[in-house]
């Protein structure tokens, strides 16, 4: 009767094992969603909102030869990464974490330089997030930009911090116009 428990339990951990490698596998070639992300509505205006919206600017950092973008997000409500899809500016975030975590913005920077199947080593740079208030300026978010609501008035920005370099006091470059929103 023992080695029948034993026979049974060990082939459990092997179903569990063989169910664990199938799911690691389908998940890292994207066979399985792992998200469910809401349709945003993507109404946006090139330049920083001159009336209620929000603001994204994308700094493609010092060493690409990319002029940063800036757009308003009209009327928008919604997160932080919601902007990305308001703004129509192409993410991706990595298979590990999809949704929140800037893997590549706008095919910056290119496949050949980082795959986004896990976060990005310091040796290969990557996306940082900032907020921006008239009140504040630029400042590190504190959390993450599918937990952060975006406000009114305000502006989501993206650096690329390039491979080895110190992340210590490094924002944005464009500084936006921002307006004040009613009510």
Known sequence: MRSR?????????????????????????????????????????????????????????????????????????GSGWEVFQATAIDVSGTNQYPVGFACRIENFPPSSEQNCIDTPKYSEGSWGYFVFTKESGWQVSQVGSAARDAQCGSAEGWLFIGPGQQDAGLLPRPIPETVACDG
């Open 5 to 77: 428990a034993r026979l049974i339990v060990l082939s459990a951990l092997i179903l569990l094992v063989v169910a664990g490698s199938v799911l690691s596998w389908a998940l890292e070639n994207n066979v399985i969603e792992t998200t469910s992300a809401k349709q945003v509505e993507v109404s946006y205006s090139e330049g920083a909102c001159e009336k209620p919206g929000v603001t994204m600017v994308i700094d493609f950092g010092d060493s690409a030869e990319r002029d940063p973008i800036i757009r308003c997000a009209n009327d928008f409500v």
